[in-house]
């Protein structure tokens, strides 16, 4: 095990390098530059000395693989640069943020499993009955609405109809803040983004308990006389559980990603307006910054599912 | 496995709690005792036989509960400013380019002068202004008790270094070249030449005169720069000036306002000064919160936590019905039309020409359409279309339409334009004059091959809005219009490298002055040169003639044939100009609804609150 | 079962897969139900014009945003576009959208996670460092550049989509035939001399059928959902073409959030109703095709 994670690590780097190669390419394909988001036409006498001026400044004049080698050089050496639209060190924009967006994502996943776990688990025990049926419908109903619809309806209803919960914000402005109130402000984006995740959770729990609810040695412990919870919880429960850590790996990238879309209507300054912001404003040094570390922790996330997976089943060999 | 489990449960649970920390306990509601005078009736017996009822006024406690959402504004603030995103390098006068920062830099960093809410020029941290006869010197006096938060004087020095900064070949930006080029030596000091500009004029501490080469009347209207401390900046070499933390936080100001802080996309946080020298104003706190998507922040008017937002035409009734918001409206001056792009294959080639030969370098591969070079099809596309339809679906109906870009103020508007009111049978008349044939399903045909165009917009709902309209009354003429929607850093290029033909824009401050209109239309203007490819020498003639004079007989004459020649030439399809819509609480009072969103502080010292 | 009156033997067939599946799968009622609902919705697609009875691009500036009416039976939109007209042809728009992009995605995750399953070593090193590569693009990001790019066009979101999301199926694949790679039948199999194809075809795959089909109707709702979000970015469909998402968006503006219900709630519950369907039909067709699943 030992040494295919050291192999694995190896080969990460230079899939990172490439990511980044990739990157580059793409956001260069795009027609214009930082620069030309900012030309303004009704400026007369249009000078595109000051134009070309900025240009050299960012560095844009440069032939392509000159500025990869350039951007690459200042990363191994630490530095992720500077935005090419505020000047802001990307370290800094992204340092900001990230910890607002794992907030959200963090909780939400928490909430999901919280509240997907147990409902995969007792639709499965009780397969068919009403229960089942509800909780089938109501987890699927929950992932059928896009998440745009549910933001605006639930800040429809909570803030402006009942008035129990802030619009949006991450905090409310001109008092101090305070625990309860960042978490008033966290419930509506954190229910959001959970109900996206409840119901796959839900139903991955369920049809991995129902197949092993139907193993030989689940009915064996029943023989045994073990009670029906005790046989589900110390024997079904925990081998039901394997599929959850791919469901739960595959989600650890979009941890840190975050949602574009909440983290708009809820004005949460997470990665995810970042991401799009940097991509709106093609400011390339952001995005090469922002793609890099979504790389290395998908990288490190994939790389710790599939070792989660091997540990938890112990038939997979990697060799 | 269980391990693994709870070791996430772990760094789950110690993320939350860093992510809260700093946590104080909740605030406890607390119930006022408040002293309150009360006017009491007392029964005074005297010892006349009459029994007489006095008012007296007596003390008495009274319990006050704090009224529930929505909160009434506190006393002195903080005021809530809602905005759209900030763009610009820095957050600095000399990088002005989108709202937060028109909002904030009159307050804390003034320029000689501003505008007031019909976008007119108005003096600012200038106390007086000479002008010469024939508009060829402007002197500014700046007041003599002007001094900057630290202490030092505000001079006539910290103005000239400023305007210096702001077209300098390192640091400058193109919006202040435009705007002081009629300074004399100014283009010469921009490509570097010299070290000074010759046409700036120190004449003491706190008199400093601009020499124009030619007169302008409009010059006014670019001395908006909001001045910063030389004091502080001139010692930093020229190209590390915007490395200088002053460019992102400039913490001494001259303005009303202290600047506290600024948290980019979130807020601007300012802070009345005290003692301040100069306007008296009664707000204590400020917040100008920036937005990317405006259902957030008309959600955060509703629900109290803005006082004062734009508020589009489209949810107006909506607020009609909503309390504590008043619906100021003001006219607005900004212009929404499509241009048309006709440049023809020389323009285009001069285009593509580098940038040491003339050109401006660009590679533009476009097959300019013959018909569209012809006024007659453009016109033709004008009487396809009906306006009014448009005021309606885009604009909610709250817009004045306008037939040229000169539609304010009220004197700069000719009265004999050509309103180009629908007539879908003018329409097909002068595209067959032009050389278009119709088949008969009444497709529009140009060598046997049906007409098609493309519209370019941005991706806002209402670009999306016109758009459909124009396929639909397009159609109905045989022409096939395709809708291109980018995102808006894309635009620009977009429309230079000729991808569409008709291409939407919108804002401006056509409304404030007709001048403003050079800045378009003139042979080399940005629009003009780079994408519309319109050039009429008389026209710009006449735009020159408009503002060398003050005369307003003359300058009514001059613009209203300038109007007249784009009436005519149709270098773009004007369609209206919105009004503007502000939300405001209604404890919020002494605002003037202002032209254009930007300039909606400019009044601050009337700005109040109400109980 | 019918005897095979020529042999003089008495053959018991045995219920062929596909029978069984039917069979288990008519059980499920919510599968059953989903399953009509998605077709009746496949059947307006295809026949939207005489369903829709009406132009859905004509607009009427005379009757802007109106409530349902005789005239309109879900009233119009903000450019006097019949609601119900747009309702019906958008569905051509969110069915193609969630069958092909999930089409496409599906096939190329099955087939290269089992390759990599399989195979495992470098074939499945290669393979998974590719799932790496194309994870860490952000769908969104990377729909705007494409959009950027090559202009928005049904066409260009759909492969996209299909482009992008496969490496989700593909792990999930691999997952499953890493584990059943090491159970007693495979290598009894081995030891048959069962060629690779076979063993991949016949042997392994159906036994992932389950988990791939779960994440495939998942998929097809988050294609979906995918299209209704690009739309509420300005991203979508490119007018005229009516899509549901795009028909949410109106939803933004609160004043039709709380005042037009007719100009946001059909969309709404069309695409609701379409995923809810899908996904019924998937956990019926998982629930029928595990053959370990625990049924009556």
């Given at each position: 095990?030992g040494?295919?994670?050291?192999?694995r690590?190896?080969?990460?780097?230079?899939?990172?390098?490439?990511?980044?190669?990739i990157?580059?390419?793409?956001?260069?394909?795009?027609p214009?530059?930082?620069?030309?988001?900012?030309?303004?036409?009704?400026?007369?006498?249009?000078?595109p000395e000051?134009?070309?001026?900025e240009?050299?400044?960012?560095g844009?004049?440069?032939?392509?693989?000159?500025?990869?080698?350039?951007?690459?050089?200042?990363?191994?050496?630490?530095?992720?640069?500077?935005s090419?639209?505020?000047?802001?060190?990307v370290?800094?924009m992204?340092?900001?943020r990230?910890?607002?967006?794992?907030?959200?994502?963090?909780?939400?996943?928490?909430l999901s499993?919280?509240?997907g776990l147990?409902?995969?688990v007792l639709?499965?025990?009780?397969?068919?009955?009403?229960?089942?049926?509800?909780?089938?419908l109501f987890?699927?109903?929950?992932?059928?609405?896009p998440?745009?619809?549910?933001?605006?309806?639930?800040?429809?209803?909570?803030?402006?109809q009942?008035?129990w919960?802030?619009t949006?914000?991450?905090?409310?402005?001109?008092?101090?803040?305070?625990?309860?109130?960042?978490?008033?402000?966290?419930?509506?984006?954190?229910?959001v983004?959970?109900?996206?995740?409840?119901?796959?959770?839900?139903?991955?729990?369920?049809?991995?308990?129902?197949?092993?609810?139907s193993?030989p040695?689940?009915?064996?412990?029943?023989?045994?006389?073990?009670r029906?919870?005790?046989?589900?919880?110390r024997?079904?429960?925990?081998n039901?559980?394997?599929?959850?850590v791919?469901?739960?790996?595959l989600?650890?990238?979009?941890?840190?990603?975050?949602?574009?879309?909440?983290?708009?209507?809820?004005?949460?300054?997470?990665m995810?307006?970042?991401?799009?912001?940097?991509?709106?404003?093609?400011?390339?040094?952001?995005?090469?910054?922002l793609?890099?570390i979504?790389?290395?922790l998908?990288?490190?996330?994939?790389q710790?599912?599939?070792?989660a997976?091997?540990?938890v089943?112990?038939?997979?060999?990697?060799? | 496995?269980?391990?693994?489990?709870?070791?996430?449960?772990?760094?789950a649970?110690?993320?939350?709690?860093?992510?809260g920390?700093?946590?104080?306990?909740e605030?406890?509601?607390?119930?006022?005792?408040?002293?309150?005078e009360?006017?009491?009736v007392?029964?005074?017996?005297?010892?006349?036989?009459?029994?007489?009822?006095?008012?007296?006024?007596?003390?008495?406690?009274?319990?006050?509960?704090?009224?529930?959402v929505?909160?009434?504004?506190?006393?002195g603030g903080?005021?809530?400013?809602g905005?759209g995103?900030?763009?610009?390098?820095?957050?600095?006068p000399?990088?002005?380019?989108?709202?937060?920062q028109f909002?904030?830099?009159?307050?804390i960093?003034?320029?000689?002068?501003?505008?007031?809410?019909?976008v007119?020029?108005v003096?600012?941290?200038?106390?007086?202004?000479?002008i010469?006869?024939?508009?060829?010197?402007?002197t500014?006096?700046?007041?003599e008790?002007?001094v900057?938060?630290?202490?030092e004087?505000v001079?006539?020095?910290?103005?000239?270094?400023?305007?210096?900064?702001?077209?300098?070949?390192?640091?400058?930006?193109?919006?202040?070249a435009?705007?002081?080029?009629?300074?004399?030596?100014?283009?010469a000091?921009?490509?570097?030449?010299?070290?000074?500009?010759?046409?700036?004029?120190?004449?003491?501490?706190?008199?400093?005169?601009?020499?124009?080469?030619?007169?302008?009347?409009?010059?006014?209207?670019?001395?908006y720069?909001?001045?910063?401390?030389s004091?502080?900046?001139?010692?930093?070499?020229?190209?590390?000036l915007e490395?200088?933390?002053?460019?992102?936080?400039?913490?001494?100001t001259?303005g009303?306002y202290?600047?506290?802080?600024?948290?980019?996309?979130?807020?601007?946080?300012l802070?009345?000064?005290?003692g301040?020298w100069?306007?008296?104003?009664?707000?204590?706190?400020i917040?100008?919160k920036?937005?990317?998507?405006?259902?957030?922040?008309?959600?955060?008017l509703?629900?109290?936590?803005?006082?004062?937002?734009?508020?589009?035409?489209d949810e107006?009734?909506?607020?009609?019905?909503?309390?504590?918001v008043?619906?100021?409206?003001?006219?607005?001056?900004?212009?929404?039309?499509?241009h048309?792009?006709?440049?023809?294959?020389d323009?285009?080639?001069?285009?593509?020409?580098?940038?040491e030969?003339?050109?401006?370098g660009?590679s533009i591969?476009?097959?300019?359409?013959?018909?569209?070079?012809d006024?007659?099809?453009?016109?033709?596309?004008?009487?396809?279309?009906?306006n009014?339809?448009?005021?309606?679906?885009?604009?909610?109906?709250y817009a004045?339409p306008?037939?040229?870009?000169?539609?304010?103020?009220d004197w700069?508007?000719?009265?004999d334009?050509?309103?180009?009111?629908q007539?879908?049978?003018?329409?097909?008349?002068?595209?067959g004059?032009?050389?278009?044939?119709?088949?008969?399903?009444?497709?529009?045909?140009?060598?046997?091959?049906?007409?098609?165009l493309?519209?370019?917009?941005?991706?806002?709902?209402?670009?999306?809005?016109?758009?459909?309209?124009?396929q639909?009354?397009?159609?109905d003429?045989?022409?096939?219009?395709?809708?291109?929607?980018?995102?808006?850093s894309a635009?620009?290029?977009?429309?230079?490298?000729?991808?569409?033909d008709?291409?939407?824009?919108?804002?401006?401050?056509?409304g404030?002055?007709?001048?403003?209109t050079?800045?378009?239309?003139?042979?080399?203007?940005?629009?003009?040169?780079?994408?519309?490819?319109?050039?009429?020498?008389e026209?710009d003639?006449?735009?020159?003639?408009?503002?060398?004079?003050s005369d307003?007989?003359?300058?009514?004459q001059?613009?209203?044939q300038?109007?007249?020649i784009?009436?005519?030439?149709?270098?773009?399809?004007?369609?209206?100009?919105?009004?503007?819509?502000y939300?405001?609480?209604?404890g919020?009072?002494?605002?003037?609804?202002?032209?254009?969103?930007?300039?909606?502080?400019?009044?601050?010292?009337d700005?109040?609150?109400?109980? | 079962m019918?005897s095979?009156?020529?042999?003089?033997?008495?053959?018991?067939?045995?219920e062929?897969?596909?029978?069984?599946?039917?069979?288990?799968?008519?059980?499920?009622?919510?599968a059953?139900?989903?399953?009509?609902?998605i077709?009746?919705?496949a059947?307006v697609?295809?026949?939207?014009?005489?369903?829709?009875?009406?132009?859905?691009?004509?607009?009427?500036?005379?009757?802007?945003?109106?409530p349902?009416?005789?005239?309109?039976i879900?009233?119009?939109?903000?450019l006097?576009?019949?609601?119900?007209?747009r309702?019906?042809?958008?569905?051509?728009?969110?069915?193609?959208?969630?069958?092909?992009a999930v089409?496409?995605?599906?096939?190329i995750?099955t087939?290269?996670?089992s390759i990599?399953?399989?195979?495992?070593?470098?074939?499945?090193?290669?393979?998974?460092?590719?799932?790496?590569?194309?994870m860490?693009?952000p769908?969104?990001?990377?729909?705007?550049?494409?959009?950027?790019?090559?202009?928005?066009?049904l066409?260009?979101?759909?492969?996209?989509?299909?482009?992008?999301a496969?490496p989700?199926?593909?792990?999930?694949v691999?997952?499953?035939?890493?584990?059943?790679?090491?159970?007693?039948?495979?290598?009894?199999?081995?030891?048959?001399?069962?060629?690779?194809?076979?063993?991949?075809?016949?042997?392994l795959?159906p036994?992932?059928?389950?988990p791939?089909?779960?994440?495939?109707?998942?998929?097809?709702a988050g294609?979906?959902?995918?299209?209704?979000?690009?739309?509420?970015l300005?991203?979508?469909?490119?007018?005229?073409?009516?899509?549901?998402?795009?028909?949410?968006?109106?939803a933004q503006?609160l004043?039709?959030?709380?005042?037009?219900?007719?100009?946001w709630?059909p969309?709404?519950?069309?695409?609701?109703?379409?995923?809810?369907?899908v996904n019924?039909?998937?956990?019926?067709?998982?629930?029928?095709?595990?053959?370990?699943?625990?049924?009556?």
């Open positions: 095990m040494k295919y994670i050291l192999r690590t190896l080969i990460s780097i230079p899939v990172l390098i490439g990511i980044t190669l990157t580059f390419a793409l956001i260069h394909l795009a214009g530059d930082p620069v030309t988001g900012m030309i303004d036409p009704t400026l007369g006498d249009f000078n000051m134009v070309e001026r240009r050299v400044k960012l844009l004049d440069r032939p392509l693989p000159v500025q990869y080698a350039m951007w690459l050089g200042r990363v191994l050496r630490g530095d992720l640069g500077y090419m639209i505020n000047s802001r060190p370290g800094e992204v340092g900001e990230i910890g607002s967006t794992l907030q959200l994502t963090i909780a939400a996943l928490f499993i919280l509240v147990p409902l995969g639709s499965a025990v009780k397969q068919y009955s009403v229960l089942d049926y509800l909780t089938t987890s699927f109903a929950a992932v059928s609405v998440g745009f619809f549910l933001s605006l309806g639930l800040i429809y209803i909570f803030a402006l009942l008035k919960l802030p949006s914000g991450m905090r409310t402005l001109g008092q101090d803040p305070t625990l309860f109130d960042y978490l008033k402000h966290m419930i509506m984006p954190v229910t983004l959970a109900v996206s995740t409840i119901a796959p959770l839900a139903r991955y729990a369920r049809s991995s308990m129902l197949e092993v609810l193993q040695y689940v009915n064996t412990a029943r023989a045994k006389g073990l029906e919870w005790a046989a589900i919880m024997h079904a429960f925990p039901a559980l394997l599929p959850l791919t469901v739960i790996g989600r650890l990238p979009g941890l840190f990603a975050g949602s574009v879309i909440v983290e708009q209507i809820f004005h949460w300054q997470g995810g307006t970042l991401n799009i912001w940097a991509v709106m404003n093609q400011d390339y040094t952001t995005l090469m910054g793609n890099m979504a790389a290395i998908v990288l490190v996330a994939n710790v599912a599939d070792v997976y091997a540990m089943d112990p038939r997979i060999r990697y060799d | 496995m269980k391990r693994l489990i709870s070791m996430l449960l772990l760094t649970i110690l993320a939350v709690m860093v992510a920390c700093g946590a104080t306990p605030p406890q509601v607390i119930i006022e005792t408040v002293e309150v009360k006017t009491v007392e029964t005074v017996v005297e010892t006349v036989i009459q029994t007489v009822e006095v008012e007296k006024e007596v003390p008495v406690e009274v319990v006050v509960t704090p009224t529930p929505p909160p009434p504004i506190k006393e903080p005021v809530f400013i905005s995103g900030m763009t610009g390098k820095h957050f600095n000399i990088w002005l380019t989108s709202n937060p909002l904030s830099f009159p307050l960093l003034p320029g000689l002068t501003w505008f007031d809410d019909q007119q020029p003096l600012d941290l200038a106390s007086a202004v000479d010469n006869e024939d508009a060829t010197m402007y500014f006096t700046l007041p008790e002007a900057w938060s630290d202490g004087p001079t006539a020095a910290d103005v000239e270094w400023t305007f210096m900064a702001a077209i300098h070949p390192a640091v400058g930006q193109s919006v202040w435009q705007n002081f080029s009629s300074i004399i030596g100014a283009s000091y921009q490509a570097g030449e010299v070290d000074t500009i010759e046409g700036i004029e120190v004449v003491d501490d706190k008199t400093i005169t601009f020499h124009l080469s030619a007169p302008n009347a409009s010059f006014m209207y670019g001395t720069l909001g001045i910063l401390p004091h502080l900046l001139a010692d930093t070499p020229w190209e590390e490395q200088n933390p002053y460019m992102d936080a400039p913490t001494v001259s009303p202290d600047f506290v802080e600024f948290v980019p996309e979130q807020y601007i946080h802070k009345k000064k005290d301040y100069g306007k008296q104003v009664t707000i204590d706190e917040y100008i920036m937005f990317e998507s405006t259902a957030t922040q008309l959600a955060q509703e629900a109290g936590e803005l006082d004062l937002a734009l508020v589009p035409a107006m009734e909506r607020f009609g019905f909503v309390e504590h008043d619906i100021l409206e003001a006219k607005g001056i900004g212009y929404y039309v499509t048309i792009d006709f440049r023809n294959e323009q285009i080639a001069m285009l593509n020409l580098p940038t030969e003339g050109g401006k660009y591969i476009k097959e300019p359409k013959p018909y569209l070079q006024k007659r099809f453009r016109q033709a596309l004008a009487y396809a279309i009906d009014d339809a448009i005021i309606q679906v885009v604009a909610g109906g004045t306008i037939y040229s870009s000169i539609f304010g103020p700069a508007i000719n009265p334009l050509e309103t180009y009111a007539d879908v049978e003018k329409a097909k008349e002068l595209m004059e032009v050389g278009v044939t119709f088949d008969d399903k009444g497709t529009a045909l140009w060598d046997g091959a049906q007409i098609q493309v519209y370019l917009s941005n991706t806002s709902e209402e670009a999306r809005k016109l758009g459909e309209v124009l639909q009354q397009l159609g003429v045989g022409i096939r219009l395709d809708i291109k929607l980018v995102t808006s635009f620009i290029m977009a429309a230079i490298n000729g991808e569409a008709l291409i939407r824009n919108a804002g401006g401050r056509f404030a002055d007709p001048s403003v050079s800045l378009y239309y003139t042979c080399k203007a940005g629009w003009s040169e780079l994408v519309i490819g319109f050039c009429n020498p026209f003639e006449l735009m020159a003639q408009g503002v060398a004079t307003p007989d003359a300058r009514q001059t613009y209203w300038a109007s007249a784009l009436n005519d030439e149709l270098p773009s399809l004007f369609f209206y100009t919105p009004s503007v819509f939300g405001v609480n209604k919020l009072k002494g605002l003037a609804p202002s032209a254009d969103p930007g300039y909606v502080t400019w009044n601050i010292e700005w109040y609150l109400e109980k | 019918p095979d009156p020529g042999a003089g033997q008495v053959v018991r067939r045995q062929s897969m596909s029978r069984r599946v039917l069979r288990r799968f008519s059980r499920h009622r919510l059953v139900v989903g399953a009509v609902v077709l009746i919705l059947l697609a295809i026949f939207a014009p005489v369903v829709a009875g009406r132009d859905p691009y004509r607009q009427d500036y005379s009757a802007l945003k109106e349902p009416s005789r005239e309109h879900l009233g119009t939109d903000a006097g576009r019949d609601v119900w007209a309702l019906v042809y958008a569905t051509r728009v969110s069915l193609s959208v969630g069958l092909v089409a496409i995605y599906t096939l995750g087939i290269l996670g990599a399953g399989y195979y495992g070593g470098a074939v499945d090193a290669v393979i998974m460092r590719m799932t790496d590569i194309v860490c693009f769908l969104l990001i990377i729909i705007i550049t494409v959009v950027a790019l090559v202009g928005a066009s066409f260009n979101i759909m492969a996209v989509i299909g482009l992008i496969w989700g199926i593909c792990r999930l691999r997952g499953q035939f890493l584990s059943l790679r090491e159970q007693d039948f495979v290598m009894a199999a081995h030891c048959l001399g069962v060629p690779s194809r076979r063993m991949i075809g016949s042997h795959l036994n992932c059928v389950g791939i089909t779960v994440a495939a109707t998942f998929g097809m294609a979906i959902l995918t299209e209704a979000s690009l739309s509420f300005g991203l979508g469909v490119p007018p005229p073409e009516p899509s549901w998402g795009q028909m949410l968006t109106e503006k004043s039709v959030l709380a005042g037009m219900p007719w100009l709630v969309p709404g519950v069309m695409i609701a109703l379409t995923v809810l369907c019924f039909v998937g956990d019926g067709l998982r629930d029928a095709l595990d053959p370990q699943a625990r049924v009556g």
